[in-house]
């Protein structure tokens, strides 16, 4: 990617407090995927194969419910930037192209997985919930805001495509239909590396845009990942929620 990487010490120590606390919410909300019943489940000894393949087919079906819109609203977002930051432009360009086929990965690997093909259904709330968010954040924020919403989209995928991949290796899951997990799984953490020095670069020079950052971070967080993956959860028939637990335990 078009993008000049500079020695850390050229950015300020505002910039790097920022990209420290930015990091961390990521990190926070890691830690509720793998607190949340999906996650729980997918790991305990019960959890069949089948059961596992489900939950993921419907998380890729999700994904191809807002891929799309994601995209294009982030090109609009940046398009929206100062036209002199031309290196910019370019950086976020490229790595945005890169993305774009990934709703195709995840239809692929959805119809893998046994889900019909997904393509001509309408959203489900929880997605279309993600598109909104993006689609307003892109026409309405700050454009360099974009970079918190999407370094919460690229560091938590290279997370959790990471820490999955032990499970897929143990309980033999097909390589097949979960291209989109392996493969995430080394280039997010590519990419979150390379948001992370546009991260600083931005911050360095635009002092008022790590607000606009944390904004973006949070209307974003509001509905992803946990709505859209609790969703997934139920479309996989998953959910059997006990009487005598009305907060939602998971009976095995
Ligand atoms: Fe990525």
Same mark, same amino acid.
């Given at each position: 990617?078009?993008?000049?990487?500079? =020695?850390?010490?050229?950015? @300020?120590? =505002? &910039?790097?407090?920022?990209? =420290? %606390? /930015?990091?961390? *919410?990521? %990190?926070?909300?890691? &830690?509720?995927?793998?607190? +949340? *019943?999906? +996650?729980? $489940?997918?790991?305990?000894?019960?959890?069949?194969?089948?059961?596992?393949?489900?939950?993921? *087919?419907?998380v890729f079906h999700s994904v191809v419910m807002y891929q799309a819109d994601t995209t294009e609203a982030g090109f609009h977002m940046f398009g929206r930037l100062p036209k002199r930051e031309v290196r910019l432009i370019q950086a976020l360009c490229s790595h945005k192209a890169e993305e774009a086929e990934h709703g195709i990965w995840a239809a692929e690997d959805h119809q893998? /997985?046994?889900? &019909?093909?997904? @393509?001509?259904?309408?959203? @489900?709330?929880?997605? $279309?919930?993600?598109?909104?968010?993006? +689609? *307003?954040?892109?026409?309405i924020e700050d454009p360099l805001g974009y970079l918190g919403a999407e370094y919460l989209f690229e560091e938590l995928t290279a997370l959790v495509t990471?820490? /999955?991949?032990?499970l897929i290796e143990a309980r033999d899951l097909p390589r097949d239909g979960f291209r989109f997990i392996i493969e995430h799984a080394t280039e997010d953490a590519k990419h979150a590396a390379f948001l992370k020095h546009l991260i600083l670069d931005v911050a360095t020079r635009y002092p008022a845009s790590i607000e606009s950052m944390f904004r973006c971070f949070d209307y974003f967080n509001q509905v992803y990942p946990i709505p859209v993956w609790d969703e997934a959860f139920k479309r996989a028939g998953l959910e059997v929620v006990s009487p005598s637990y009305p907060g939602g335990i998971i009976e095995r």
């Open positions: 990617m078009n993008v000049v990487v500079k =020695e850390t010490s050229a950015y @300020s120590e =505002e &910039a790097h407090a920022a990209f =420290e %606390k /930015l990091d961390a *919410r990521v %990190k926070s909300v890691f &830690a509720q995927v793998t607190a +949340w *019943r999906g +996650w729980q $489940f997918i790991h305990a000894p019960g959890a069949s194969r089948d059961q596992i393949i489900a939950l993921v *087919r419907e893998k /997985l046994g889900g &019909a093909h997904p @393509s001509k259904v309408k959203p @489900s709330p929880a997605t $279309f919930a993600v598109a909104a968010v993006w +689609w *307003r954040v892109a026409e990471a820490a /999955l991949i032990p």
